[in-house]
């Protein structure tokens, strides 16, 4: 089953399965990434929208995720946000001019897209020389304990939801041509990161 068939099977119960981790983690974390954000932002892999609420009204925002099921959810949360606009779109494939963005955001995101490098790199060559990459995810941990344990914990992962939890998300930005601004380890150690990434002047896709 392909992860997009995977997320739409799961969409009807995504927000009740991840509640207890949204309210004591996710939920603070997005809010201090960002609530500060102006101007055009892209956001890659919106699933049900539990970004939203947290981009400033000034903000022109674009959602896009390919899993009609998730996108559904995330529309119910936009009605009424008149700067949010939400397609269906592949990240590995975004449909955007070069150098159009100011933001490009991704929460959870990196460790299910099949090819995160190359979609990265389209990331990149949507931003502005001016724009920022900021992502909150989770990856390998540095740890060889931690990380056994994921190992242990990733084909399940996998199974249900496509989620792959030993990439090297760090390695993977600094490969699609971004210079690394900060990484803030936000919990279990450095499993969970906080990300802020510029795009490497004079390099092209």
Known sequence: MSVVSKYNRISAV??????PVELFLYGRWREEAL?????KVLEVGVGTGRNLKYYPAGCSVIGIDNSAGMLEKARK????MKNITL??????HLEFLDNSFDYVVTTFVLCSIPDPV???KEMRRVLKPSGELIALEHMRSSSPFIARIEDLINPIMFFFIGDDMTRNTVGNIEKAGFVIKETKNMAFRDVFKKIRAKPQRGLFP
């Open 14 to 19: 995504y927000d009740i399965i991840e509640l």
């Open 35 to 39: 609530s500060n954000l102006s101007g």
């Open 77 to 80: 949360k936009a009605r009424g």
């Open 87 to 92: 397609n269906l779109m592949d990240a590995e």
């Open 118 to 120: 190359k979609a990265l």
